[in-house]
């Protein structure tokens, strides 16, 4: 189930680039400030359709964009003509050693080998370059996105940063973690297509599917804060990052 999940969003890159959200700059400047070099040249690892590749970009850094999966890449190539975009996967990484100041990751070290993963993003590191792996989740301490998340089984991108067992990686530092406060702008129909994006949902029954959507649409229609118009869904960006010994 696993395996299934983690390789059902390709046939679903064009929605995945619509609706999922971006990342704070905040966090990713904070994450380039865990390596002690200049961070000019970044890799973004199993990007995706480039969400995270974007605010990188606009960062003034230049960014090399590897994703396994063919429809995400086609995606993130359309619309980011101007990044260089191969296919690879994290335990084979398509760079040559040392060529790159800093690996971001989004939403994704959880679906890794972390071993090879690790031992291939140490090789193309440069000395006291950094690992900066990111998730964007729903900020439970509002309760209704509590009772939302409830509903549609969302809490699944916590990654690492809740583990009781830290992070740890051959070749690296400690892993040090901060959070950082984030919206995305939705409707309840785009939040529920954002929804719809998340790998539970994609890997059910169609029956399954259309039951917790409905649901979690009339328990959107009932909320004050999302029940007209367009909203800010309230967010957290957690963030680890580890230097390169």
């Known amino acids: 189930m696993r395996a299934r999940r983690a390789s059902s969003f390709g046939d679903e890159a064009s929605a995945y680039a619509r609706h999922r959200p971006d990342y704070p700059l905040a966090a990713l400047e904070w994450g380039m400030s865990g390596a002690n070099r200049p961070v000019r040249d970044v890799l973004d690892l199993a990007a995706g359709t480039g969400k995270l590749t974007e605010g990188l970009a606009s960062l003034g850094r230049s960014v090399t964009a590897v994703?396994?999966?063919p429809g995400m890449l086609a995606e993130l190539s359309r619309l980011l003509p101007d990044v260089p975009a191969l296919p690879g996967k994290a335990e084979d990484?398509?760079?040559p050693d040392e060529s790159v100041d800093a690996v971001f990751v989004g939403q994704?070290?959880?679906?890794?080998d972390l071993a090879p993963a690790f031992a291939q993003i140490r090789r193309v590191l440069r000395p006291g370059g950094a690992v900066v792996a990111l998730w964007n989740h729903d900020d439970?301490?509002?309760p209704w996105v509590l009772e939302f998340a409830r509903l549609v089984r969302t809490g699944i991108s916590r990654g690492f940063a809740d583990s009781e067992q830290p992070l740890r990686a051959d070749g690296f530092g400690p892993f040090e973690?901060?959070?950082f406060a984030h919206t995305h702008r939705r409707s309840i129909d785009s939040l529920l297509a954002t929804v719809a994006?998340?790998?539970h949902l994609l890997v059910a029954s169609e029956q399954d599917r259309e039951r917790t959507l409905a649901q979690a649409r009339a328990y959107l229609e009932s909320v004050p804060e999302t029940g007209t118009?367009?909203?800010d869904y309230p967010l957290v960006t957690?963030?680890?990052r580890a230097r390169r010994g």
């Open 229 to 231: 118009g367009e909203f």
């Open 197 to 199: 994006t998340h790998s």
């Open 238 to 240: 957690t963030v680890l």
């Open 93 to 95: 990484i398509p760079l």
């Open 177 to 179: 973690q901060d959070r």
């Open 140 to 142: 439970e301490s509002v």
């Open 108 to 112: 994704a070290l959880h679906w890794f």
């Open 67 to 69: 994703e396994p999966d």
